[in-house]
């Protein structure tokens, strides 16, 4: 209704959230646990992310960046 009554082109876009996958999580957790400075924690969710997509570079990337000093 407020797209039709602000008289905007188009149909409005979809707003269903998106599921991340355990990989994408354990990935976001590990990112922002190295941001803060937790190294452990970092390690700690890049192996979860591997076990749980262990194909995907992503995690790989993560767990190496965990692991440098």
Request: glycine share 10%.
């Amino acid at each position: 209704e407020m797209w039709k009554r602000r008289g905007l082109p188009g149909q409005p876009p979809s707003l269903q959230p998106r599921l991340m996958s355990r990989g994408e999580l354990f990935r976001q957790w590990g990112w922002m646990a190295l941001n803060a400075g937790q190294r452990s924690t970092g390690r700690l969710y890049g192996m979860r992310a591997i076990v749980a997509e262990p194909l995907r570079a992503r995690s790989w990337f993560l767990l190496l960046n965990a692991l440098r000093p």
